[in-house]
């Protein structure tokens, strides 16, 4: 075989997550870590347009309830180098912090429904948008795209 794909390693996940990112209607691809929540890598562009959550990132949800700010339109782009431009950077966070207590809160209701049985896929679509987070022992793979029209 004259072309190789990557089996394994950052060359194989720099190759997925640029296919990815080519298929019409996405919007950002971002790999979060399964146990911390941190920010591995992400590709495209987020936008938000919400109230801003506490600035303590916490990940455990401590201190939702204080008081909000009024909602701001916040832009996230991905640089050449795959790293975050310094722009909004907390906007980002934020997104990855409730993702991943979304999945955590997922397994758990999975788990507590069958404790044989295991989480594989999220889908949440909206208005505007879809997330579709598939959950690896040791990543979370988060697809954000246009919602198709209806």
């Known amino acids: 075989m004259a072309d190789s794909v990557p089996v394994n390693g950052p060359d194989a996940l720099d190759?997925?997550?640029n296919r990815l990112s080519k298929k019409p209607g996405v919007k950002a691809v971002v790999i979060?870590?399964?146990?911390t929540g941190a920010i591995l890598r992400t590709t495209g562009q987020l936008s938000f347009n919400a109230a801003a959550l506490p600035s303590s990132g916490s990940f455990?949800?401590?201190?939702?309830?204080?008081?909000?700010?009024p909602p701001q339109q916040q832009q996230l782009q991905q640089q050449s180098?795959?790293?975050?431009?310094?722009q909004q950077p907390q906007g980002l966070e934020?997104?990855?912090?409730?993702?991943?207590?979304w999945v955590n809160a997922s397994g758990t209701l999975v788990l507590d429904l069958d404790t044989e049985d295991e989480l594989k896929l999220l889908r949440l679509r909206t208005k505007k948008q879809e997330l579709v987070i598939v959950p690896d022992p040791k990543y979370l793979l988060i697809v954000v795209h246009d919602t198709p029209p209806a």
Do not use: H, M, P
């Open 15 to 17: 190759e997925t997550l």
């Open 60 to 69: 455990s949800g401590e201190g939702a309830a204080a008081q909000q700010q």
């Open 94 to 101: 934020d997104f990855a912090a409730k993702v991943w207590n």
């Open 81 to 86: 180098n795959g790293e975050i431009n310094d």
């Open 32 to 35: 979060l870590d399964r146990a």
